[in-house]
């Protein structure tokens, strides 16, 4: 079927050619390919987890839980898909992973200011990470924003402190811990992988490396929705 002239067709829609002009998939080895290439997917899936974090905070605020609970429903499912990209890293060799690891230099994901972006957002604030090298001050002024904005955490908290519908509130609390047992299964994934090919060295961002990433695994970005369980 041809597209009619108002419907523009599937690859406009998308901006495939500008997509895949920027995407990492132009170079000749094929594992750095399939390691950068996995990074700018993860980047794209922070994005989006980050637009569906302001639409649950706005529906808090509007005291509609049902709302808050459908828009954080993808989020568990989208992180457990990024868990399956750590899968595919995975079947790099040891050979292949120290030829990329030496050209990154000190470049990491730990520069991921949309990482962090998520993390801000939701309530979990530790503002050290403003320091870490490598971000561009465009970078490090979004994250000085998300410090100004009122977190998912204190939307919830404020949402349930008004009294609630009680199913709307029990559904917004179950799919809030979803995403961050989520969050958590990928940080304990990222460990591992790390432990499979750093074994007990340095990051390239110069931290423990996997030991950080371990440490890093507890921490849970709506810390207070948790301490309502205990
Ligand atoms: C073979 C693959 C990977 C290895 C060995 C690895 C290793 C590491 C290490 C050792 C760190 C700690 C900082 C440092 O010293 O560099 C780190 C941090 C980080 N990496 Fe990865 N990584 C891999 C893939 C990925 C991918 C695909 C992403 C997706 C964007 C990612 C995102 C991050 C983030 C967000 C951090 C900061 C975590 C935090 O501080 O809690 N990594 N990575």
Do not use: K
């Not at 750590?86 to 030829?99: K, S």
């Not at 490090?140 to 609630?164: K, M, N």
């Amino acid at each position: 079927m041809n597209a009619t002239p108002e419907a523009p067709p599937y690859g406009r829609i998308l901006r495939l050619e500008e997509l895949l002009e920027a995407a990492c998939v132009h170079e000749d080895d094929v594992e750095r390919v399939l390691f950068l290439a996995t990074h700018q997917c993860c980047e794209i899936s922070f994005a989006v987890a980050l637009r569906h974090l302001e639409d649950v905070r706005a529906a808090l605020d509007a005291g509609d839980g049902f709302l808050a609970a459908r828009r954080a429903a993808p989020l568990p499912h989208v992180f457990r898909t990024l868990v399956g990209q750590f899968d595919a890293l995975a079947t790099l060799t040891p050979a292949a992973f120290d030829v990329i690891r030496t050209a990154l230099g000190e470049a990491s994901g730990f520069q991921s200011a949309q990482f962090r972006e998520i993390e801000y957002l939701c309530g979990l604030r530790d503002t050290r990470f403003l320091n870490t090298a490598g971000f561009s001050p465009t970078e490090r002024q979004r994250l000085r924003a998300r410090l100004e904005e009122r977190s998912v955490q204190e939307a919830y908290h404020d949402y349930t402190a008004g009294g609630p519908d009680r199913e709307a509130a029990d559904a917004v609390r179950r799919t809030l811990l979803d995403f961050d047992e989520a969050m958590a299964m990928w940080r304990a994934r990222h460990a591992v992988l790390a432990e499979r090919f750093l074994g007990g060295s340095t990051g390239t961002a110069g931290s423990d490396g996997a030991s950080y990433l371990w440490t890093a695994a507890r921490r849970r970005v709506l810390p207070e929705v948790w301490a309502e369980l205990a």
